[in-house]
């Protein structure tokens, strides 16, 4: 059992030997699997943490104060501020080797963790707010938020050394009005979906 963390949990992430958890308080916490002893704790963000996410050398939060940080791993100052534009929550963010995604209302933007600066443009992905993305080798999966598209949406994801860049693939649905409020993808392709107090799908797709 992991203790120490008083305030509602809104993200969660599990990678390498660490846990990493994301609460009300703003504050970023890690704990190893191996010991359940907390690792680090840090302090940044001004509000609500809703997300995070756990690469081989940092852990990235997201948070209702519309930045996206990154921290070390264990103790130590915060590596960079990822900031977005200032008219919302950025909600979630995934990554997968050296790139990192972050979603903020209908969009999402790629980022370097080498350099901590945006490799794409502002990139919208939906009708309504994105609520869930997962980056999976060169497939994101981002999932709907709202009345207006209450989908999962599958996307090709394409680097250069200039511009990260993205097509649809696909369009999910399954989970009728209801809001999708997880989406992740494997490396064999298949989807997983969770939508609003309703089931879980499972989902094999094929370019």
């Known amino acids: 059992m992991f203790r120490d963390n008083k305030a509602p949990v809104f993200g969660l992430a599990v990678s390498g030997g660490l846990v990493a958890s994301g609460s009300e308080d703003g504050a970023v916490r890690l704990w190893s699997t191996a010991t359940h002893a907390r690792v680090a704790v840090h302090w940044g963000h001004a509000a609500t943490v809703m997300s995070v996410a756990l690469s081989e050398t940092c852990v990235l939060s ?26 919302g929550t950025v909600s979630c963010v995934s990554t997968h080797g050296r790139l990192a995604v972050t979603s903020q209302a209908q969009s999402v ?19 309504g707010a994105t609520y869930s993305v997962h980056l999976c080798d060169k497939t994101l999966v981002t999932g709907s938020w709202g009345p207006q598209d209450p989908c999962t949406k599958v996307w090709q ?11 649809c693939t696909g369009v999910l649905r399954g989970h009728g009005s209801k ?19 309703d089931r879980l799908i499972v989902w094999k797709h094929t370019v």
Do not use: Y
Request: charged fraction near 20%.
């Open 109 to 127: 933007i790629f980022w370097s963790l080498d350099t901590f600066k945006p490799v794409s443009s502002r990139i919208v992905v939906h009708d």
């Open 157 to 167: 994801v394409t680097e250069t050394a200039a511009i990260t860049t993205i097509q």
């Open 62 to 87: 997201t948070s209702e104060d519309a930045t996206a940080m990154a921290w070390p791993l264990f103790d130590g100052k915060r590596l960079a501020v990822m900031r977005h534009p200032p008219d």
């Open 179 to 197: 809001d999708v409020v997880g989406a992740a993808s494997s490396a064999d392709g298949f989807v997983v979906t969770v939508g609003e107090l």
